[in-house]
C-alpha cells in the first residue's frame, strides 16, 4: 500500500509542472538580498540596486513581507517595494521576489514576521491566498520580476492541527488493509480510522505511530507547498517558482523536507548556506567541503532544472546564528568559486543591506554601516567580473559529474529520527548522514565529489554504457522494494559497496536478521552478529590489504555465495560477491564513513582509489593521490575545453597537485599561477586559498 500511494503520489507532483527554466547562454549570476523595510527612503532602495548594478551582480533577492504590504486590515501600502521594483528595472537587475504567506501580520493571528513553514491548516488558507493574489497580480507585469520564491526555508517538524490530522487519517485508511491491522501495528483499539490520532510525544516502546505519522507529513508538507506553488500559478503562470531549503547537512526528516519530491511544481530548487546556522556537524577546516556536498545534494534532487545557492552568508553574525563568524575574502571567495564549479546557476547573498532592527540588526551584511562595499562584496564583485570576462565560457560550460553516487534514504533518516540516541555518533540522529560525508570526503580527497542522490531518486533500472559504482551508506532501513531495485542494478553489471548496518532494518524497525535478512540476496551472505568495540575499531581488510577506522560496531558475517575480503580472528567482517551480469557487491557491515569522518579520511580514501581505480580515473582531472585539505571541482564546455576550482579548506597553506588531459595548459583566472612539475601541475595555496584555472 506504501509503495502505491508513493507512485500516485508522484504521478501527482509532475502534473502541471509550470514553465521550465533553462538560463540557456548565460554565465552564473551573483546577486544579495536587499531588505526592504518601512522607512526607508526612495535614494535608499534606488542605491542599493545602484551598488548592485555597478558590482556586476544583477540579482536582488526581496522579501514581500505581509505585515509591512497590509499595516491595516485590508489597506494595502506597495510604496516601498514599488520603489524597489522601480530602481530594479531603472538598474536592469532581476528581482527574486520571496512570498511570507504563513507570516500575516499581528490583527491576522501573525508576529510580524515572515512566519514559519507551511500555512497551519485550512482555517488559515483563506487569507493567505488572498495576499498571494494581491502580491503576485501587483508585480507579474514587472520587466524587474525574475522569479517567484513561494516560502523562504520551508522546514517543519510533524504538526497536529485539525486540517493534518485529518489528512492524517486518510492517509492511514490507505495504508493498512483494516482498522484491525492498524490496532494491531499501533498497540492501539480504535473503532474506525475516523478515530485515530497523531501520537502524542514522550516515552513510549511502540514507535510505529510515531514512525507513521513523520512518513505522512513529509508528503503532507509536499502537498502544502504544491498548494502555494498553485496559488501563485491561478495569478502568473509566467514567472519560474523557486524554494530555498536550509540545514542540508543535518537530519532532513526532522523537518519534513523530501526535496526530490518537490520537482514537480518547481523550476528551479535552491539552498540557504550559512556555516553558522548550518555547519554545526564540521569543523572549520570542513566548510568548503560542506559548501560542495550541499551544492551537490540540492543539484540532483532537482536535475535536469537548474539549482542555486539561494542564500550565502554575506557578513558577521553577532547574536543570531549558532556561532558567531565573519567571512574572510577567502571564505567569499571559496565559497562561491565552489558552488559556480558544482554547476550553480545563481549565487545570492544574504545581505546588501542589513535590517534596521530585529534579531538580525546590524548583520550578514556586503555593505559595511555606512553603506559603502565591504572588502566581501568587492570579492564577491571581482567574482563577478570574471564571470562577465568567461562569459564564453561559463554560458556553455556544465559540472562534471562522478560516475561514484553515495545514496541518502529517507526512511533511515527518519528512523534515526525516532529511534536516535545521544551517546555516540553511531546512535545519533546524523548517523546515516555523517556515514555519507564520510565516504564524501574520502572520495573528494581524490578530486572526484560523489553524485549525492535519494534512493527513490535513484536510476536503478536502465542499463548503461559505462559501469557505475554506488555506495550504501549505513542505510539501515530498506524495503524489499528497494532491495529488487538494488539487485537489478548489480545484474546489469554495476559496483554496489554497503557499508554500516545498511538493511539491518525494514519498515516499521522490523529487525531484517531476524527475518530471513532478505539484503543477503545482494550481499551473497547473512549478518551473524553485531560487536561492540568501545574504542575505535579497525578493520582489516585485504586484497588491497589495508586498515579501515570504523565507529562503535564491526559486524560478523555467514558468508554463502561471497568471498571473504577481511577477517578479525575466524570471523568474516567483510566480503565481495560476483553477481550474475558482471556486477560486483562489496560488504562491510560497519560504520567505515563514519570512522573515516571522525578520525581520519586517508585510509578509507586509499582503499577507494585502489578498489575502485579503473572506473575512478575517468575523470578529466584528478587528484593523483590523496590530497589533504584540497577540493576539485571541474566544468567542462561544449569545445573541450575546462575550468578546475581547487580549494584549501585549511587554516594552514597548502600544496595541491591535480593531473589532466595531455595538451592543455591552464590560464589562471583566480589566485596565484600554477607551475607545471612532469605530468603534475602544482597548485601552491595560502590558508583558505582558491585556485580557478581555464583549461584549453
Not at 587554516?651 to 589562471?668: D, K, Q
Request: a negative charge.
Amino acid at each position: 500500500m506504501r509503495k502505491a500511494f508513493v507512485l500516485i503520489l508522484s504521478w501527482a507532483l509532475l502534473v502541471n509542472p509550470g514553465p521550465v527554466v533553462a538560463h540557456a547562454g548565460e554565465r552564473p549570476l551573483l546577486g544579495a538580498q536587499i531588505w526592504i523595510e518601512p522607512g526607508q527612503t526612495p535614494d535608499e532602495i534606488d542605491g542599493w540596486f545602484r551598488e548592485l548594478a555597478n558590482s556586476h551582480m544583477p540579482v536582488a533577492r526581496l522579501f514581500l513581507m505581509w505585515a509591512y504590504l497590509e499595516p491595516r486590515r485590508d489597506q494595502w501600502d506597495f510604496t516601498e517595494y514599488d520603489e524597489a521594483f522601480k530602481a530594479a528595472e531603472k538598474y536592469h537587475v532581476r528581482i527574486v521576489a520571496t512570498l511570507t504567506p504563513s507570516g500575516p501580520p499581528p490583527f491576522r493571528g501573525g508576529d510580524g514576521s515572515q512566519g514559519e513553514s507551511v500555512v497551519p491548516g485550512d482555517a488559515k488558507k483563506p487569507e493567505a491566498a488572498e495576499y498571494i493574489a494581491k502580491v503576485v497580480e501587483h508585480y507579474r507585469s514587472s520587466s524587474a520580476l525574475d522569479t517567484w520564491l513561494i516560502l523562504n526555508e520551508p522546514a517543519q517538524s510533524p504538526a497536529s492541527n485539525p486540517s493534518s490530522d485529518q489528512a492524517f487519517r486518510l492517509w492511514l485508511a490507505q495504508q493498512y488493509p483494516s482498522i484491525e491491522s492498524l490496532n494491531t501495528s499501533w498497540g492501539t483499539s480504535y473503532a474506525s480510522f475516523d478515530d485515530a490520532k497523531p501520537p502524542t510525544p514522550g516515552h513510549v516502546r511502540n514507535h510505529t505511530p510515531e514512525l507513521d505519522w513523520r512518513m505522512f507529513w513529509q508528503g503532507y508538507q509536499t502537498s502544502q507547498l504544491r498548494w502555494l506553488a498553485d496559488q501563485v500559478r491561478k495569478a502568473d503562470s509566467n514567472h519560474p517558482l523557486h524554494l530555498n531549503p536550509a540545514g542540508l547537512l543535518e537530519n532532513l526528516a526532522s523537518v519534513s523536507n523530501d526535496l526530490p519530491s518537490w520537482r514537480g511544481f518547481l523550476d528551479t530548487l535552491g539552498c540557504s548556506i550559512h556555516p553558522p546556522w548550518h555547519f554545526g556537524l564540521l569543523n572549520r577546516d570542513q566548510f568548503a567541503l560542506g559548501v560542495s556536498y550541499v551544492n551537490d545534494l540540492v543539484r540532483s534532487s532537482i536535475e535536469p532544472k537548474p539549482y542555486w545557492v539561494t542564500e550565502l552568508q554575506g557578513g558577521d553574525n553577532i547574536y543570531s546564528g549558532r556561532k558567531p563568524m565573519e567571512p574572510s575574502p577567502e571564505d567569499i571567495a571559496q565559497w562561491v568559486w565552489t558552488s559556480v564549479g558544482s554547476g550553480a546557476d545563481r549565487v545570492i547573498f544574504w545581505l546588501l543591506n542589513a535590517r534596521a532592527e530585529g534579531t538580525e540588526a546590524a548583520e550578514w551584511s556586503l555593505l559595511d554601516f555606512q553603506q559603502k562595499p565591504s572588502y566581501r562584496l568587492r570579492t564577491a564583485s571581482e567574482i563577478a567580473t570574471v564571470l562577465d570576462r568567461q562569459q564564453s565560457f561559463f554560458s556553455r560550460a556544465r559540472p562534471m559529474q562522478s560516475g561514484v553516487t553515495v545514496i541518502l534514504s529517507r526512511d533511515t533518516m527518519m528512523f534515526e529520527d525516532t529511534f536516535h540516541a545521544e551517546d555516540d555518533a553511531a546512535r545519533g540522529i546524523n548517523a546515516h548522514g555523517l556515514e555519507a560525508l564520510g565516504f564524501y570526503e574520502a572520495l573528494s580527497r581524490l578530486g572526484q565529489p560523489p553524485r549525492v542522490k535519494y534512493f527513490d531518486d535513484f536510476d536503478w533500472d536502465t542499463k548503461t554504457a559505462e559501469r557505475r559504482i554506488v555506495i550504501l551508506p549505513d542505510v539501515r532501513e530498506v524495503t524489499e522494494q528497494q532491495i529488487a531495485a538494488l539487485n537489478q542494478f548489480v545484474t546489469h553489471g554495476n559496483i554496489l559497496l554497503i557499508s554500516g548496518l545498511t538493511g539491518f532494518y525494514g519498515p516499521h524497525a522490523i529487525a531484517w536478521p531476524l527475518a530471513g535478512f532478505p539484503l543477503s540476496k545482494i550481499t551473497g551472505g547473512r549478518l551473524k552478529e553485531v560487536h561492540n568495540r568501545v574504542t575505535t575499531p579497525f578493520l582489516s581488510l585485504g586484497n588491497p590489504s589495508i586498515a579501515l577506522p570504523s565507529r562503535l560496531w564491526v559486524s560478523s558475517i555467514l558468508a554463502e555465495s561471497s568471498q571473504a575480503i577481511g577477517r578479525e580472528g575466524d570471523e568474516v567482517i567483510a566480503s565481495e560477491r560476483i553477481a550474475f551480469g558482471g556486477g560486483k557487491v562489496i560488504w562491510i557491515p560497519s560504520p567505515i564513513g563514519l570512522g573515516a569522518w571522525l578520525t581520519d579520511a586517508r585510509p578509507l580514501a586509499n582503499y577507494l582509489n585502489r578498489t575502485l581505480s579503473t572506473l575512478l580515473k575517468r575523470a578529466p582531472f584528478i587528484f593523483p593521490h590523496p590530497e589533504s585539505g584540497c577540493l576539485l571541482r571541474t566544468l567542462e564546455d561544449s569545445q573541450g575545453s575546462y575550468v578546475t576550482v581547487v580549494t584549501n579548506g585549511d587554516g594552514v597553506a597548502n600544496r595541491c597537485s591535480i593531473v589532466g588531459p595531455a595538451g592543455l595548459h591552464p590560464t589562471t583566472l583566480w589566485g596565484a599561477p600554477s607551475k607545471r612539475i612532469g605530468m603534475e601541475t602544482i597548485i601552491s595555496l595560502p590558508p583558505r586559498g582558491t585556485f580557478v584555472g581555464l583549461w584549453r
